[in-house]
């Protein structure tokens, strides 16, 4: 349960040092707590009293708003782009008041390449971080998914361009995704971005990846990278199929044993078994185990261990 101390201002403004996430004064921090789906789709369940929810009763620290920019009502394709700026930024003002930490994902899936929209998201990255220049509390997610023919040295020339914008104004984590839906980690590893403060994304989804990628994953951590786990699920990749439940164990396991930062894809109830919240619960916020799908259940409980450390 929350306690009177809110997460920011127990740890303040993060920084990476040595590989990892760290606190105002040098002490790892680890970041946890839910994404949301495409907030042109779900809307409803980004909300004050659903963050707050999130906070209290499932031990978040952190809240992660996506931003579709390819699919259907995306930024970049035919969506609202005041009303989706609008809800960011309700939603930065939300977790403020909460003292919570906030990642803004410009969700790069299907354009495949950062580059595609790479003007669009300089434009917004822009306005977005001249309006929270000061603030403390927000993490920038760059691109979340870079995939198929986006390798890492086209990743690179985006990133390249982003961070420095970001830099005129912030000096914030900003966390840059990796080739492969964001699971080539090796690659940031061999050619590393030259600018502070960067963690490479990671994600899995317990079902479809294995001990392969948990050993990948191990490897690039102790060598000294920076790595952020901003979406997590505990299905195949494609958000359904069936919960492995031995897979998801070993997952949790490796993520409390390297001490990472981890976002649970989705809170919404989108009918997929990746959605926390069950497809008939119209309840937005103060959820009771009922409404919880299974995947729900078990990204809440992975919460309170984190909490627990």
Known sequence: MFSDITPFQQHGKL?????????????????????????AWYPQFVSLESIRTLRDEWHCNCFRIALYTHEYGGYCSGG???????LVQKTAEWTKKLGMY????????????????????????????SLYAEREDILYEICNEPNRSADWPDICLYAEDIVPLIRRYTD????VGTPVWS?????????????????????????THKQPLRDKLESCVNAGLPVFISEFGVTDAAGGGYIDFEETEQWFDLIERLGLSCINWNLSNCGQLCGAIDPDCTRLSHWIESDLTESGRLAKELFERLDSR
């Open 80 to 86: 609202d782009r005041d009303e989706l700026k609008a």
């Open 102 to 129: 906030l990642i803004i994902d410009w969700h790069v899936l299907g354009e495949h390449s950062p580059n595609v929209y790479k003007y669009e998201a300089m434009d917004f990255f822009e306005e977005i971080c």
């Open 172 to 175: 914030a984590v900003v966390i």
């Open 15 to 39: 920084s990476v040092m040595d590989g990892r996430l760290t606190g105002k004064d040098g002490e790892p921090v680890r970041l946890f707590g839910m994404s949301s789906h495409g907030i």
């Open 183 to 207: 699971q080539e980690i090796e690659r940031a590893m061999e050619m590393p971005l030259r600018e502070e403060n960067i963690m490479y994304a990671f994600h899995f989804y317990s079902t």
